[in-house]
């Protein structure tokens, strides 16, 4: 995975200008469906700490992939098959799904720079981003339960200014007692650290995961490569894990005397990797017996486990299906494959000049009109990227008969963010 560092092409004073003080960008408008909670609950994972890992994945056709956006590959159409191994976009180039992945890094993930990545099946581009940035947590308040079971000497929180998180929850057991102390709290994610401090006289603690143990770990000076004192840490890493209960239960040791066990912090190394799973010229039926779980074509699946937050437009090609019946019935089988257990957005394309009836059977307006209804049946979340254009020229907004040029995309972009914020 390489390492790049950009800069943001529009400045967030530009954004807050166009949208935040009026709600408008330019001559177009912003106008969204009833919500259903799908941008709120997403929003919502990207200022949890306790989310560590963020997958969110856009599902498209050359509009998503950025075809004629600044910046983009020019040799797009080299070994193109439709399927995931055809040549991806660069993170560089100025499509929304970019501007996008650029907002997330820096309002979200504090600036952190862009790890770029390109996805194995294909020749060339750089179409995934993972932003990291360390958060430290002290086990206590809303998020965190703290309690005891059986006879526990004493437990609580102290100041402690040399210590991580400058506080330290400690337990303290007799050998011979039935007590234990307890740390819970709900996680989605991959991996966490611990740190605490070790003593000679330091306990054992257990690791579960939705009540299975993860194994039982020392917190003792001298052993596993702890050292006397404050911020020893162990990584704990296991299988991808959905609002799973972590519990921390102290385990004594054969020390004589009373036993401890102390933590400094929980450390969480939150992640959001963004994914442009794009490619030019899909259509929902093609994409699904193409790119979705399933498929023959060799060149893996577009939506993995971990992927949770998927944002889909497709239906510029679908015109060309027999009617907007078809393309209906195309998009909620789409839908079906991809909505189990996972967070939805479906958005509709901006308009476009190539309405040719020879070509397409039914208008831009019309697979909009089709695909607020189908989000509206399946209470799910719709951007709308076609009314905001409404009113202003098309040569303003389009590079060609079809596709957004720079400007287009920006605008797309900043109706997305402001779908994002304003719930």
């Not at 911020?231 to 054969?254: C, G, P, S, W």
């Not at 040719?356 to 697979?367: A, K, L, R, S, V």
Request: hydrophobic share 35%.
């Amino acid at each position: 995975m390489k390492k790049g560092i950009l800069l943001c092409v529009f400045s967030i004073a530009l954004f807050s200008y166009f949208i935040l003080s009026d709600g408008t960008s330019g001559n177009s408008k912003i106008e969204n469906t009833k919500s259903f909670g799908q941008l709120e609950k997403l929003k919502m994972a990207l200022t949890n700490p306790l989310e560590q890992y963020i997958s969110i994945v856009f599902i498209g056709d050359s509009i998503t992939w950025g075809m004629t956006a600044t910046g983009n590959p020019i040799n797009y159409k080299i070994g193109r098959d439709g399927t995931l191994s055809d040549i991806r976009d660069n993170f560089g180039s100025l499509s929304f799904v970019n501007h996008f992945k650029r907002y997330i890094g820096s309002e979200y993930m504090a600036g952190a720079p862009p790890f770029i990545s390109n996805w194995g099946a294909s020749p060339n581009g750089e179409s995934i981003v993972e932003y990291q940035k360390e958060i430290i947590l002290f086990p206590e308040g809303e998020n965190f339960e703290v309690s005891t079971k059986g006879n526990v000497d004493s437990y609580g929180v102290v100041k402690r200014k040399d210590s991580l998180s400058k506080k330290q929850l400690y337990f303290q057991i007799n050998p011979f007692s039935d007590g234990i102390g307890i740390i819970r709290f709900n996680f989605t994610g991959k991996q966490f650290t611990l740190s605490y401090e070790s003593t000679e006289s330091s306990m054992d603690y257990e690791l579960l995961v939705n009540g299975l143990s993860q194994g039982i770990f020392t917190t003792m000076a001298g052993s596993d490569g702890n050292l006397p004192g404050l911020d020893n840490r162990r990584t704990h890493t296991f299988d991808y894990v959905q609002d799973a209960l972590i519990e921390i239960k102290t385990v004594k040791t054969n020390v004589e005397g009373p036993q401890t066990l102390k933590i400094d912090g929980v450390i969480v190394g939150k992640t959001v990797k963004i994914s442009n799973q794009g490619i030019i010229g899909a259509t929902s039926r093609s994409y699904l017996l193409r790119n979705l779980e399933g498929n023959a074509s060799g060149d893996g699946v577009a939506i993995k486990d971990e992927d949770r937050y998927i944002f889909i437009q497709l239906g510029t090609n679908d015109r060309r299906e027999k009617d907007s019946e078809q393309f209906k019935g195309n998009l909620q089988k789409l839908i079906d494959k991809v909505k189990p257990d996972r967070t939805l957005i479906l958005m509709c394309a901006n308009p476009v000049t190539n309405d040719n009836p020879q070509i397409y059977h039914f208008t831009m307006q019309e697979t909009c009109h089709v695909i607020k209804q189908t989000a509206e049946e399946n209470l799910i979340d719709f951007i709308n990227n076609y009314t905001i254009f409404e009113g202003m020229k098309t040569s303003r907004y389009l590079a060609d008969s079809l596709h957004p040029n720079d400007y287009g995309h920006d605008l797309i972009y900043r109706n997305i963010i402001h779908s994002l914020e304003k719930r």
